[in-house]
């Protein structure tokens, strides 16, 4: 065997499974005329929306990552289009790239998809998805072990990077609502002996992160509850409630309520931690974190947010002493909060 041991650092595979949305979103704005229209007026998210006759949260979500790709760009809240979209996307100009793009609209099943998010602002049929599930709280067994798995691999760099960082040396117990597989549990547990943990997730998918928690060598530390956060009440006593890839998956809406039910839960003191993938300030990058923002309009209630945002979000809930630090695991932050 010639593997190597995994490291804290996958973006590499995340910049080429990510990619897949580029092209889908250039085919979808030469069709629905953003190119034109971003040349010719300056205008808001939602005045541009108006004007092309489309869902506005569903447009900004495609122009952040148009944005990345350095076809758009933003001042003080209006988009413009920048000097490669003036000379190569524009109908008119001399170089035109329309043809060669109108080729991959069919080819691309992608292209479709997008189109109805667009006009729709949501999720797309025919995309995988399993948010009906998740709010719902239950899914067959079969697609619970899937997902379950899907998430493990996706996580398991950004679990590593979570488990550096410091501030966990004020955490005894912690909570990890929506937890998946375990793996964010796994790794602080590895890494941190007196720390005990528990992984919220609806029945069958706990039942999945027992396993791996049983794997892992950690069952002594590491358990499970089954709770749908929706609708049922959530544990206490925890010193920190751990959120990652939650808050992407929901709108602003019931992130409030989320928030709220973990400021209810906590003890006075208690933290609060979002890990996500951030986007930038102005909203324009970075690259894959745009385009994971395009696959959660594709499969989910919600969209990558910026650092401000979830800010709002959790001092709307009583959270203070908010900040945000990148970890070290591929594109991720942890932003965090206190309960005062
Ligand atoms: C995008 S996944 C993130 C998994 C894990 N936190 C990670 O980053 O790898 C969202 C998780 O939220 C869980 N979830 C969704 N709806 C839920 C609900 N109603 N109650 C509890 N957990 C839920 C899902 O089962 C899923 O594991």
């Known amino acids: 065997m010639n593997a190597l041991p995994a490291s804290t650092d996958d973006s590499a595979l995340w910049d080429a499974w990510l990619s897949a949305y580029r092209l889908p979103v250039l085919t979808v704005a030469d069709e629905v005329g953003t190119f034109r229209a971003l040349a010719e007026a300056l205008g808001t998210t939602e005045q541009l929306a108006a004007g092309l006759g489309v869902d506005a949260r569903a447009l900004g979500i495609h122009l952040s990552l ?40 069919q080819t691309n099943a992608l292209h479709d998809q997008l189109l109805a998010t667009l006009r729709t602002g949501d999720k797309a049929e025919g995309h995988s998805s399993s948010v009906e599930e998740w709010e719902r709280g239950a899914m067959p067994a079969e697609l619970a072990e899937r997902v379950t798995a899907l998430m493990n691999a996706h996580s398991r760099a950004a679990a590593k990077a979570v488990a550096q960082q410091g501030l966990f040396t004020e955490v005894t117990s912690l909570m990890d609502v929506g937890g998946g597989s375990g793996i964010f549990c796994i790794e602080l547990a590895r890494a941190w002996p007196g720390l005990r943990a528990t992984v919220m997730e609806i029945d069958v998918v706990g039942q999945q992160a027992a396993r791996y928690i049983a794997a892992a060598g950690v069952a002594d530390r590491v ?12 544990p206490q006593g925890h010193d920190a409630l751990f959120f990652s890839n939650v808050f992407h998956d929901w709108s602003e809406k019931t992130n409030r309520l989320l928030a709220g039910k973990a400021h209810a839960a906590l003890a006075p003191g208690g933290r609060i931690l979002l890990h996500e993938m951030l986007l930038d300030d102005d909203a324009c990058g970075p690259m894959t974190t745009a385009a994971f923002s395009v696959l959660m309009l594709l499969g989910t209630r919600g969209r990558q947010y910026t650092f401000a945002e979830l800010r709002y979000c959790l001092e709307g809930a009583g959270f203070v002493d908010v900040q945000a630090q990148r970890t070290g695991g591929g594109y991720y932050s942890l932003v965090s909060g206190r309960k005062g």
């Open 66 to 105: 148009i944005a990345a790709m350095g076809f758009a760009e933003r001042r003080e809240g209006r988009w413009a289009a920048t000097a490669e979209t003036r000379r190569w996307l524009h109908p008119e100009a001399e170089g035109y790239f329309g043809p060669l793009l109108a080729g991959y609209r």
């Open 223 to 234: 358990g499970t509850a089954a709770v749908n956060m929706f609708t049922e009440e959530w």
